[in-house]
């Protein structure tokens, strides 16, 4: 499940619903890491717009924190952006000293249609998904076992687990590890969301395929639903209660939540009571998604039940019991590494356990964020102000940003609307000179942790990176952002710790061996360099290069033919024919096989499954391609000795030029890798 403010990431988005021609294999593989007070009414009467809030930072009166103010707020803010961005319904709940302030809904939860009426959401009612959310219960589960000392946070968990964990490195994966997306793993996309009706086995969904640690752990926050998953999983067999049973009695009952569920499909009470999903309010509504590692992103419930989630992880009574003793949930909710594995990294925005870092204004916040395909969720809570807030949409809406804009519009607004800062940002520490010095460092290509390096599908990582490049001397300009569609400053305000100018949001570099190997940019997300014959300025012209000389060969082969046919001219020579056939099969083989790759990749970004057999024979095209270049070779050299013309040695050395380039991208981005798991 997604769980930032990304474009799109999985439990999963899928990639753009049309993708449009081009360099056709960069263009289709867009990924989207992707995945996610009582009785107020569900249509409430709209109040006028409020004021805007005030600059980042800013010092500023705080509103008053009741449900008069919060309801005029959220009445003057929501009705209006979803008109404006097309999603269909919405569902927030806040919290604040020991009560659920208030809980309200907005459009609907079924748009209706020409036979049936739309129906309003009701927050009381209305189940929505939280997708990635879900993590902060699992998080829960897992913290009850180590309270009750069944579970250690710091012990290897092969020796909890009834299988073997394939690793790369000889350091123990640790629970600390798993809950602060630092146990090293790439990310996973197969089975992540699948059809209404698919039956999940956590169980077997972790044994199978399971994917490549890629980092050493503890030292590369890279976020990951197996991570997640496999903590869960902990949960089920230390417990000996199936995962979903244990939730639903050891968290969700005692916290009063008895609107919410990860079962899946739900049981009927539930499942009439389940909001639609959409993609926007125009469409069609979508079918209940079935999350294929349900710790990681299945928990379905209503806001009024998030709120209380809120209140006990605020350590209020909720129920019969708390869930958690006040030193385990203080400890659950503050940073879990240090230095010791991170180093600098650690002086940016860190994990707890199971919450990401997310304060604002000078206040402590912790919180998580979840998008399934049609849902898209955040929960933040203020440990020191005792309050919270939870929101929950159940369509995209008509922009790709629309979601993640307006989830954070109502997570910043209430911040700077309720709990401002209380005196203005500080100022940097650190002189021009060094700062100039770290800039130039840091200047270059940068992809996210959270991919995949291992196989075909490390191609995806192609699309989303940033660019970082030094202006002013001393100042970093990010493009994009990180976690935005949008460039923006970054200075340097400690060292190799810089924020944005004019807003909030803080980074922290790391330099290994007088170069930058990482920068954290958010807690579980981790941008590093990209290697010189990765880059996009090189791979990009080489497949779109090769590709289009591939595909002009092919064109003109029948064309040339067909002219010399009708004007009688003589055929080429028989000499260097067997070179020739060779070099147009891997021609054709290799144009077969980008083909391939580009559909198997649109596909499994729409979190479809490719059959393993479609993607060996895919493999065996690009093969054949790569080998051509052998007899393309020859054809080249035949054509030079034999002095046929400047015209057939141009096409004969671009053929071969081609087919290398093909082939280089092939071994580079691994479209040969034995494994094919994604």
Not at 121 to 148: E, I, N, Y
Not at 188 to 196: D, F, H, K, Q
Not at 523 to 540: I, K
Not at 550 to 567: G, T, Y
Request: some cysteine; aromatic content about 6%; overall charge negative.
């Amino acid at each position: 499940m997604s769980s930032r403010h990304a474009p799109r990431p999985p439990a999963a988005r899928s990639a753009p619903r049309r993708i449009r021609s081009g360099a056709a294999l960069v263009a289709a593989i867009t990924i989207v890491f992707a995945v996610a007070g009582c009785g107020m009414s569900s249509q409430p009467r709209p109040a006028p717009p409020v004021a805007a809030p005030p600059a980042p930072g800013a010092p500023n009166d705080p509103a008053a924190l009741d449900a008069r103010d919060v309801n005029a707020w959220l009445d003057g803010l929501l009705p209006a952006a979803l008109q404006r961005t097309g999603i269909a319904g919405a569902a927030v709940a806040v919290v604040d000293d020991g009560e659920i302030l208030t809980a309200r809904g907005y459009g609907h939860a079924d748009t209706g249609d020409g036979d049936i009426d739309a129906v309003p959401v009701d927050p009381d009612r209305h189940l929505f998904r939280v997708g990635s959310v879900s993590k902060l219960v699992t998080a829960t589960a897992v913290m009850q076992l180590v309270q009750r000392g069944d579970l250690d946070l710091d012990r290897n968990i092969e020796d909890y687990l009834d299988f073997t964990l394939p690793r790369r490195y000889e350091q123990p994966i640790t629970l600390r590890h798993l809950l602060t997306h630092t146990a090293g793993f790439e990310e996973r996309i197969a089975g992540l969301i699948g059809a209404e009706g698919t039956r999940v086995d956590l169980r077997k969904t972790l044994v199978t395929d399971p994917p490549e640690q890629i980092y050493q752990p503890g030292t590369v926050p890279a976020y990951s639903n197996y991570g997640n998953a496999l903590a869960g999983y902990l949960v089920e067999h230390v417990s000996g209660t199936p995962f979903e049973e244990y939730v639903a009695t050891n968290v969700l009952a005692r916290a009063g939540m008895t609107s919410s569920s990860f079962a899946q499909p739900l049981p009927a009470p539930l499942a009439e009571r389940m909001s639609n999903g959409y993609d926007n309010a125009a469409a069609p509504a979508g079918p209940f998604e079935i999350v294929g590692a349900p710790p990681a992103g299945a928990l379905s419930a209503t806001a009024t039940d998030m709120a209380r989630f809120m209140l006990a992880q605020l350590g209020e009574a909720v129920g019969d019991e708390p869930l958690l003793d006040r030193p385990t949930r203080e400890l659950m909710q503050r940073p879990a590494l240090d230095a010791t594995s991170l180093g600098t990294l650690a002086d940016g925005p860190r994990m707890a356990l199971g919450f990401f870092d997310e304060s604002r204004n000078g206040r402590r916040i912790v919180g998580h964020g979840g998008d399934t395909i049609y849902f898209h969720s955040h929960l933040q809570i203020y440990p020191d102000e005792r309050a919270g807030i939870f929101i929950s949409l159940n369509s995209s809406g008509n922009g790709q940003m629309d979601s993640v804009k307006l989830r954070q519009a109502v997570l910043d607004g209430f911040a700077d609307r309720y709990f401002p800062a209380r005196s203005g940002p500080t100022t940097g520490s650190v002189d021009p000179a060094t700062s100039a010095e770290h800039a130039a460092l840091a200047a270059g290509t940068y992809e996210t942790s959270r991919g995949i390096r291992s196989n075909f599908l490390t191609v995806t990582g192609l699309v989303g990176r940033t660019e970082i490049s030094v202006v002013d001397d001393n100042r970093l300009l990010f493009q994009p952002a990180p976690l935005s569609d949008a460039p923006a400053h970054y200075e340097e305000i400690a060292p190799w710790v810089w924020r944005e100018v004019g807003g909030q949001r803080t980074v922290a570099m790391r330099v290994t061996d007088g170069s930058v190997d990482a920068i954290v940019v958010d807690p579980a997300f981790t941008l590093l360099p990209v290697e010189p014959a990765r880059s996009s300025a090189t791979a990009v012209p080489v497949i779109a290069g090769s590709a289009i000389v591939l595909l002009f060969a092919i064109l003109a082969w029948p064309i040339a033919a067909i002219v010399r046919r009708r004007l009688g001219l003589p055929g080429r020579d028989r000499a260097g024919r067997t070179a020739r056939i060779l070099s147009r099969v891997a021609v054709g083989a290799t144009v077969l096989a980008l083909l391939g790759w580009v559909l198997s990749v649109i596909t499994i970004m729409g979190l479809q499954d490719v059959p393993g057999a479609v993607l060996r024979t895919v493999q065996v095209l690009q093969l054949i391609g790569l080998l051509g270049v052998l007899p393309a070779a020859v054809a080249l050299v035949d054509d030079v000795r034999r002095r046929v013309g400047w015209s057939r040695v141009v096409g004969s050395g671009l053929i071969l030029l081609a087919l290398a380039g093909a082939g280089w991208f092939a071994v580079e981005f691994k479209l040969l890798a034995t494994s094919i798991s994604y």
